[in-house]
C-alpha cells in the first residue's frame, strides 16, 4: 500500500505505522500499544468482495453490500442503499449499515462497532439541493478489574479522573505496553475510573486502516477535517448540506453544518464544523481533442467545540483552507 503522499509501496497501514514518523497526519500506533521495535507493524493486505444492484425503471433503486477483510485487524459488512422517489421536487432517501469485529492477530486491538446511517434530499430549485445526515454508533464498555494481570496498574497504565485518558505510569517505559482495544482518540474519553478501584474502558469507534485522518470514509455526516472514523469515536452526528449546480453543469458549490456528539460515559464532548466548497470548470468539454478540463476548486473548514445544545461558549479549534487547480489531458 502507498499513503497518498508517500513515495514508496510498503505493507503498513493508517492505523498500524510507527507513531514517531507517522504518515503526514496519520496519528499511528498509540504509545500504550505493544509494540517493541516502534517501527511499525506490517499486514498483508486487505480482500474485498462486494455485490451490487443498479436499478431499473421499474425499481430504481441502487445498492451495494460489501465485505472487507483487513489482515490481522479487523472484517467488516457494509451496506449501502440509495432510492429516488418521485415527485417535482426530485426528494430521495438513503441508508447505510456497517458492521466490523476485530480478527487474526488483532494488531489495533478489540474492534466492535455498528453504525447506523440514513440521509434524505430533495431539490427546492432546479439547481438547489438541500440534504440532511445522521450516523449513529453505539458505545461499547468493558470493565477491568482493580487488580491481577489484566488491571491498568499490572500494565503499568493510568486512567485519569479528569481527562478520561490513558496514560503511562511512572518509571513505565511506552514499548512495553500492551492494552488490545481499538480506543477513541481526539480527546474523546476512554476510560472512567470507578470508586471500587475497577476501570471502564469505552470503544465502539470503526477502524478504518486506509482512509484514517484522511476524511474520506462513506459515512454520510463526514466533512472535510473530522468525522467519526477519524475520531475513532463511537456516539452520534448529524449534517445538514446545501448544494448548488449552474445549469451549465460549471460551478458546483455547496455549503454544510455538522454536529458531532462524542459523549459517553466518562465524558460529554460535542464538537461541530462548517465547511464550503465550491469548483469551477473553465470551459465545457470537447468531445475531441487534448483538453480534458480545467477546474478550480476553494475549500474551506472549522471546526469548534462546546456544548453546543445547552448555550455554552464556543472554543474555535481548527480553520482549514485548500485551493485546488486541475488540468486534464
Not at 469505552?202 to 477519524?230: N, R
Amino acid at each position: 500500500w502507498e499513503c497518498r503522499s508517500c513515495s514508496a509501496f510498503d505493507k503498513q497501514t493508517l492505523l498500524t505505522d510507527n507513531p514517531a514518523f507517522p504518515y503526514p497526519g496519520a496519528p499511528g500506533l498509540p504509545n500504550y500499544y505493544y509494540n517493541p521495535a516502534r517501527a511499525g507493524i506490517d499486514n498483508n493486505g486487505v480482500f474485498l468482495a462486494r455485490v451490487a444492484y443498479a436499478g431499473s425503471k421499474t425499481m430504481p433503486l441502487t445498492a451495494n453490500a460489501s465485505f472487507y477483510s483487513f489482515s490481522n485487524i479487523a472484517s467488516a459488512f457494509w451496506l449501502d442503499a440509495k432510492m429516488p422517489l418521485k415527485g417535482k421536487l426530485k426528494p430521495f432517501a438513503a441508508l447505510q449499515f456497517g458492521s466490523e469485529g476485530n480478527t487474526g492477530s488483532n494488531l489495533v486491538g478489540k474492534i466492535a462497532s455498528t453504525v447506523f446511517g440514513l440521509q434524505a434530499g430533495f431539490n427546492v430549485l432546479p439547481s438547489v439541493q438541500i440534504v440532511g445526515s445522521y450516523d449513529t454508533m453505539p458505545w461499547k464498555s468493558d470493565t477491568l478489574p482493580a487488580a491481577g494481570n489484566t488491571s491498568l496498574a499490572a500494565l503499568g497504565l493510568t486512567c485519569s479522573a479528569t481527562s478520561h485518558q490513558i496514560g503511562l505510569a511512572a518509571g513505565t517505559k511506552a514499548n512495553t505496553i500492551n492494552l488490545p482495544y481499538f480506543l477513541p482518540t481526539g480527546g474523546t474519553a476512554q476510560c472512567t475510573p470507578n470508586a471500587d478501584g475497577t476501570t471502564t474502558l469505552y470503544y465502539g469507534g470503526w477502524a478504518s486502516p486506509y482512509t484514517d485522518s484522511y476524511a474520506t470514509d462513506p459515512l454520510f455526516t463526514t466533512t472535510l477535517t473530522q468525522g467519526m472514523v477519524d475520531r475513532q469515536s463511537a456516539g452520534d452526528s448529524f449534517k445538514l448540506q446545501a448544494t448548488f449546480t449552474s445549469d451549465d453543469k460549471r460551478l458546483v458549490s455547496y455549503v454544510n453544518h455538522a454536529w458531532y456528539n462524542y459523549g459517553n460515559g466518562g465524558f460529554f464532548n460535542l464538537t461541530q464544523e462548517t465547511n464550503f466548497d465550491a469548483m469551477y470548470y473553465f470551459s465545457p468539454l470537447p468531445k475531441s481533442g487534448p483538453y480534458h478540463g480545467f477546474t478550480f476548486r476553494y475549500r474551506y473548514g472549522e471546526r469548534n467545540s462546546g456544548p453546543l445544545w445547552t448555550g455554552g461558549p464556543q472554543t474555535a479549534l481548527f480553520k482549514y483552507n485548500r485551493f485546488m487547480a486541475e488540468y486534464d489531458f
